[in-house]
T-cell receptor, first 109, second 114 residues
Framework: QKEVEQDPGPLSVPEGAIVSLNCTYS??????FMWYRQYSRKGPELLMY????GNKEDGRFTAQVDKSSKYISLFIRDSQPSDSATYLC?????????FGTGTRLLVSP | KAGVTQTPRYLIKTRGQQVTLSCSPI?????VSWYQQTPGQGLQFLFE???????NKGNFPGRFSGRQFSNSRSEMNVSTLELGDSALYLC?????????????FGPGTRLLVL
């Protein structure tokens, strides 16, 4: 079983839609949770970082962590074509950082 | 501040050869991590260097090695290349502020092994 599971997609939505991206993880020792966005031919860039259960909001992005279910989500409101990218979740604990394989998101105008 | 830079950006090698990739972290960042990214496996951790010492290592064979210099620049070496080593190799420099640890990734070096 992989430590972090993420649906690879692609996920196709129309512009303006609310997007929900999700990951599950297996080890309750993971304490920090991140979402990265990776455009084609670029390295990942950090979008959201959180270390507690609950919601964290930053503009159109909301990260949600449910430690009891080992489930993390990223919501994108009013999605834009420029949001088209691969989104990677990552979990960290005990000096170990594990990434999901990424979900490819396509937002059509 | 300049971001993380990696050279070269693209590389083509043949099986059995060796390759050295370079990473310059953001000025002031002392921690550098290396990752291999492939479509099937995603991002996999190779190793982390801090102040010229390897602090963490992932589950890769000994053909993969690295080092860090006193100016925090890091190199990664892969010997006896195999077809399966074709991947995007990403370097990230890390800054720690209290409980927060943020990694900044470079654009990567795309390696193709023929």
């Amino acid at each position: 079983q992989k430590e972090v599971e993420q649906d690879p997609g692609p996920l196709s939505v129309p512009e303006g839609a609310i997007v929900s991206l999700n990951c599950t993880y297996s080890n309750s020792a993971f304490q920090y949770f991140m979402w990265y966005r990776q455009y084609s031919r670029k390295g990942p860039e950090l979008l959201m970082y959180t270390y507690s259960s609950g919601n964290k909001e930053d503009g159109r992005f909301t990260a949600q962590v449910d430690k009891s279910s080992k489930y993390i989500s990223l919501f994108i409101r009013d999605s834009q074509p420029s949001d088209s990218a691969t989104y990677l979740c990552a979990v960290e604990g005990f000096q170990k950082l594990v990434f999901g394989t990424g979900t490819r998101l396509l937002v059509s105008p | 501040k300049a971001g993380v830079t990696q050279t070269p950006r693209y590389l083509i090698k043949t099986r059995g050869q060796q390759v050295t990739l370079s990473c310059s972290p953001i000025s002031g960042h002392r921690s550098v991590s290396w990752y291999q990214q492939t479509p099937g496996q995603g991002l996999q951790f190779l190793f982390e260097y801090f102040s010229e010492t390897q602090r963490n290592k992932g589950n890769f064979p000994g053909r993969f090695s690295g080092r860090q210099f006193s100016n925090s620049r890091s190199e990664m070496n892969v010997s006896t290349l195999e077809l399966g080593d074709s991947a995007l190799y990403l370097c990230a420099s890390t800054v720690t502020s209290g409980r927060d640890e943020t990694q900044y990734f470079g654009p990567g070096t795309r390696l193709l092994v023929l």
